[in-house]
C-alpha cells in the first residue's frame, strides 16, 4: 500500500471498488483531473451539485455575507439574511405563506420534521400521536431514528438496529410490490389506508414519503393518482403528509417539487437540502403549511424540535442564495425540453447489452442494469469522460444501476457528451459480453 492508500484507508468515507481520481479544478459540470483530462458529472456530486462548480453567484453571494459577518444566533442578531432565503424559497416551490425551519442537512431535516409533526399532531388532537410510516423503498437519511424508519435495508442490515420501527407500507413499484398486486397503481395507496386503520389514527402523525423515489431504487416514479390518494387517505384519518424531496426538490424532476407533477397531493410539509445548498453547503429546510404552523407556537406546544448550533449560519443562507440566483437564471423551456431530451436518450438504450430498465424523469434517471455489470460499466464510462451515481437497490436479488442526473444548468453540448459517452460504454459492454 504506498502512502496514499494508507491514509485513505484511516479516512472514514464510504468508497468505490474502483479507484478514485484526483481533481485540481472544476468549473460547470466539469471536473479537471491531475493528468489533464476531463470528466463530466452525471450524478451532480452525490446529486447535490445541481447548478455545477464554480458558480460567481454563489460566490459572490458568500462574499457579501463574510465581510458583513459569518456569524450570529438568530436569537440575538436578526435574522434578516434567513427571512430572505425563506421568502425567496417558499415563493420559488410555489408555497409562499409556510413556515420554515432551518437545519444543516436533510438527515436533519427529516428528524425536524418527525419532530414538528408530532407536536403539531399533539397539540391539536390532545392525543400521544407519534408513528411515522414510511415505505418499504425508501430512504431518509443516515441518523439512527431515519436510518430506523426507512426501507433502505442495505444500510441498516440488522433488524435490531430497527429500534422497533421500520417501514409500515409497501412503495408502489414493481420490485417491492409489483409481485402482489401485478400492476402497481394508485389504489396501492390502500395498504396506507389499512396500516393507519390498523394501527390506530389516533396514534400516528405523519406519513413520510419520496415523491419521486431517489437512490434507494433508482428513480422510479409512482404511479399516476397515487399521491393523490395517499393524502386523501390521510386527511381523512387527521394523519399529516410529509414528502421527503431532499434529492427531488428543486427542480431534480423538472419542476420545482417533484410532487408537481400531479395534481392535488400538496403535502402538509416537505424537505429540502441537497438541491438547495447545491454542494456550496450543508443545509436543510422544512416547509409547514399555514394550515398547521401556528400550532407549532400554541402556548401547550412542546419545545421547537429546530434549534441546532449552526442551523441559522448565515454563511449557509448565503451560499443558498446564490443557488436560488443560479436556478431562477436557467430559462426553463429550454431546460424542461433538455431534460426531456436526456430521457430520450437514455430510453434509448432499454434492451441495450446489459441494460434491463430505464426510469425517471426532469433530470433525474435511474438505468438498471444487469446483475454484475454496474461496475464494469462505471469503469468503460468513466474511460470515456463521465461518472454517475451508483445504486444497489431494490427487490430480490437487489437491482442495481446508474441513477443520471446531472447539473440542472448543464448545457446541450454538455448533455449530448453524456449521453453519447454513455451510450458508447453500454456498447463496448455489450461486444465484450
Ligand atoms: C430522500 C433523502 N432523504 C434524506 C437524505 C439525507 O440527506 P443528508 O445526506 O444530507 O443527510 C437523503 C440523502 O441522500 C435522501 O436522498
Known amino acids: 500500500m504506498d502512502q496514499y492508500e494508507s491514509r485513505r484507508a484511516r479516512l472514514l468515507t464510504s468508497t468505490r471498488p474502483m479507484p478514485g481520481f484526483e481533481v485540481v479544478g472544476a468549473d460547470g459540470p466539469w471536473l479537471h483531473r491531475a493528468d489533464g483530462s476531463h470528466v463530466i458529472d452525471g450524478s ?24 458583513r459577518y459569518t456569524f450570529g444566533g438568530a436569537a440575538v442578531v436578526q435574522p434578516h439574511i434567513q427571512l430572505e432565503l425563506m421568502d425567496r424559497l417558499c415563493r420559488a416551490v410555489g408555497r409562499p405563506d409556510d413556515s420554515v425551519a432551518l437545519t444543516t442537512c436533510g438527515t436533519l431535516g427529516v428528524e425536524v420534521a418527525v419532530g414538528l409533526a408530532r407536536n403539531i399532531t399533539r397539540v391539536r388532537d390532545g392525543k400521544q400521536r407519534g408513528d411515522i410510516l414510511t415505505s418499504s423503498l425508501s430512504y431518509h437519511g443516515n441518523s439512527a431514528l431515519t436510518l430506523a424508519l426507512a426501507g433502505n ?23 417491492t410490490h409489483g409481485h402482489e398486486c401485478g400492476r402497481c397503481d394508485a389504489s396501492c395507496a390502500d395498504e396506507i389506508a389499512k396500516e393507519i386503520d390498523s394501527r390506530g389514527a389516533q396514534n400516528i402523525a405523519a406519513v413520510l414519503i419520496e415523491p419521486v423515489n431517489g437512490t434507494t431504487g433508482g428513480a422510479y416514479v409512482p404511479p399516476d393518482g397515487y399521491l393523490r390518494r395517499v393524502s386523501e387517505i390521510c386527511r381523512e384519518r387527521g394523519v399529516l403528509v410529509i414528502h421527503d424531496e431532499v434529492l427531488t426538490g428543486l427542480w431534480r424532476t423538472g419542476t420545482a417539487l417533484a410532487s408537481h407533477h400531479w395534481e392535488g397531493c400538496e403535502p402538509d410539509m416537505v424537505i429540502l437540502s441537497k438541491g438547495l445548498g447545491a454542494g456550496y453547503t450543508g443545509v436543510g429546510a422544512v416547509l409547514v403549511s399555514p394550515e398547521i404552523a401556528p400550532l407549532i407556537r400554541h402556548e401547550d406546544a412542546d419545545p421547537l424540535p429546530a434549534m441546532g448550533t449552526m442551523a441559522t449560519h448565515p454563511l449557509m443562507a448565503a451560499a443558498c442564495l446564490g443557488v436560488l440566483d443560479d436556478l431562477e437564471a436557467i430559462d426553463m423551456a429550454a431546460f424542461t425540453a433538455r431534460g426531456e431530451r436526456l430521457g430520450a436518450a437514455l430510453r434509448a438504450l432499454n434492451g441495450v447489452g446489459p441494460v434491463q430498465d430505464v426510469r425517471g424523469l426532469g433530470f433525474l434517471y435511474g438505468v438498471e442494469v444487469t446483475q454484475g455489470t454496474l461496475w464494469p460499466l462505471m469503469k468503460a ?34 448533455i449530448s457528451f453524456l449521453t453519447t459517452a454513455l451510450c458508447e460504454a453500454v456498447t463496448a459492454l455489450n461486444r465484450n459480453s
Open 381 to 414: 464510462a468513466e474511460a470515456r469522460g463521465v461518472f454517475f451515481y451508483p445504486f444497489t437497490g431494490a427487490g430480490r436479488p437487489t437491482s442495481e444501476g446508474l441513477v443520471v442526473a446531472p447539473p440542472l444548468n448543464s448545457t446541450d453540448e454538455d
Open 153 to 175: 435495508h442495505a444500510r441498516r442490515p440488522r433488524p435490531e438496529d430497527a429500534l422497533g420501527l421500520g417501514p409500515a407500507f409497501p412503495a408502489p413499484y414493481p420490485p
Open 44 to 67: 451532480s456530486g452525490l446529486l447535490c451539485a445541481n447548478v455545477g462548480q464554480n458558480s460567481p453567484k454563489v460566490r459572490t453571494r458568500i462574499e457579501e455575507q463574510f465581510t
